[in-house]
């Protein structure tokens, strides 16, 4: 599987990003999708996770209520709508895949990782 994320760019304090991934190869349907990011001087964290259905997530406390995930697995996209955004959103942030039928995820259970895509808030 490999991911093309895009999506990340320059925004204001309270604006809003929607992030994309696109994945190719076979059996989209099922892994679980993350996003996951990593600012400067920082572990990679998971920020949302979407399980093979869709039917389930899984947020990170910081960004519940303001941050969206979804899935089109007829496309084989995966995508991070977000709103509100504040300078602490600040991060690299990557798509990733996992072959589990969980849907709470850890970076060292990621099978595959995208590229990652830079996103800056200002203040």
């Known amino acids: 599987v490999q991911l093309q994320a895009s999506g990340g760019g320059l925004v204001q304090a309270g604006g809003s990003l929607r992030l994309s991934c696109v994945a190719s190869g076979r059996d989209f349907d099922t892994y679980t999708m993350s996003w996951f990011r990593q600012a400067p001087g920082t572990e990679r964290d998971v920020v949302a996770s979407i399980n093979w259905s869709g039917f389930d997530t899984h947020y990170a406390d910081s960004v519940r209520g303001r941050f969206t995930i979804s899935r089109d697995n007829a496309k084989n996209t995966v995508s991070l709508q977000m709103n509100s955004l504040k300078p602490e959103d600040t991060a690299v942030y990557y798509c990733?895949?996992?072959?589990?039928?969980?849907?709470?995820?850890?970076?060292?259970?990621?099978?595959?990782w995208g590229k990652g895509t830079l996103v800056t808030v200002s203040s």
């Open positions: 990733a895949a996992t072959n589990t039928f969980r849907t709470v995820v850890a970076a060292n259970g990621v099978n595959y």
